[in-house]
């Protein structure tokens, strides 16, 4: 963790698509929360890579290990370039083996469901996502998938270790073990095995066809999730669209001593600039970064605000059917910030 009381270097990467101008509400809302950061700005994605033929130029590599911490907007991935994606490309060469995702709702957003908070965490180097295919010939093709005990017990340590910080009563693990006996028999051992050092945290099991449906029939009855690469990115999704969709989930991609945060969506090249883009899911993963920069006051009440802001349908984005555009969604937020400053309590996530 960086230390607070000296001014924290953050690397920015805006991305392509509505990311800048997502990106610049966010800047305006932590001028309005007096934090101490500095931002050192580099940009990567479809137009990085028209201009120079890298869709992550060097310059990301280098201030990304010099700071440490980044905070990325979204990045168009060209196709049929043999770049898999600017995230696959960091979490594999920084080892941020560690995706969370709180998936919680927000204020009055739509949703068939009220109260969902749940925390999952996704493994991020290993399982099928590691992209290692092979051709058989014309009509055969395989994917190796692959499972560890090292990676598979860090991301459980991390499961547990933030329940037991933050107060949650239960751990879930999600696997496949009674088909894939070895691959996910081995996560689910070794998941086995962490919860035994967790002797106040209840531990559950479910397979992960079971889990898609109980997260759509009762969302409510799971805490912190822990789970393989593959299925983390199927809950993610589906687990976004139980509090209104991509647009109000934050995320994190966390190594032992490097963290990237972002936002989860797609770029929109559809509405790029016209001003009405969500800024929302950046501005969560900032409050996620804050937290992780020990910036907890700040982090509560940017919370605090969105989930505010969005108790009024006067209020919603126009992505929700609401009247706000991405310049007054700002001005709202940041009023409220002000209006509660000092009246919020830090609660770290």
Not at 108 to 118: A, E, F, K, L, R
Request: hydrophobic share 40%; net charge negative.
């Amino acid at each position: 963790m960086l230390n607070p009381l000296h001014k924290n270097i953050v690397t920015l990467i805006p991305g392509d698509g509505i990311g800048p101008e997502i990106t610049a509400s966010m800047k305006q809302v932590v001028n309005a929360l007096d934090v101490d950061i500095l931002w050192e700005e580099h940009n990567a994605g479809l137009k990085v890579f028209e201009e120079t033929g890298a869709l992550v130029p060097q310059s990301i590599y280098d201030s990304f290990e010099k700071n440490k911490v980044a905070l990325k907007g979204p990045i168009t991935t060209p196709i049929g370039t043999g770049f898999r994606s600017i995230n696959v490309e960091l979490r594999k060469r920084y080892d941020l083996y560690a995706c969370v995702r709180p998936i919680q709702s927000i204020g009055n957003v739509p949703s068939h469901y009220q109260n969902v908070d749940i925390v999952l965490f996704r493994e991020n180097t290993e399982d099928l996502y590691m992209g290692l295919e092979e051709k058989i010939g014309d009509d055969e093709a395989r994917s190796i998938k692959v499972i560890t005990r090292p990676a598979s017990k860090r991301i459980a340590i991390a499961a547990f270790e933030y329940a037991l910080k933050h107060n949650r009563k239960k751990v879930t693990v999600v696997t496949k073990a009674n088909i894939m006996k070895l691959s996910d028999g081995l996560f689910l051992d070794t998941v086995r095995d962490v919860s035994k050092h967790y002797p106040t945290i209840e531990f559950t099991e479910i397979l992960i066809d079971n889990m898609c449906m109980q997260m759509v029939l009762n969302p409510n009855q799971f805490d912190v999730v822990v789970t393989e690469n593959l299925y983390g990115d199927i809950l993610s999704d589906l687990g976004a669209a139980l509090v209104g969709g991509l647009g109000f989930v934050p995320g994190a991609n966390i190594g032992v001593d490097k963290a990237l945060f972002e936002a989860t969506h797609g770029s929109a090249p559809d509405i790029a600039g016209m001003g009405i883009a969500n800024p929302t899911a950046m501005l969560m993963s900032t409050a996620m970064m804050l937290d992780y920069l020990n910036y907890n006051k700040q982090a509560a009440s940017l919370r605090y605000a969105i989930d505010q802001l969005y108790r009024d349908e006067a209020n919603f984005t126009k992505d929700i059917k609401g009247p706000l555009n991405t310049h007054e969604y700002t001005a709202k937020l940041i009023q409220i910030i002000q209006a509660s400053r000092g009246k919020v309590n830090a609660k770290t996530e």
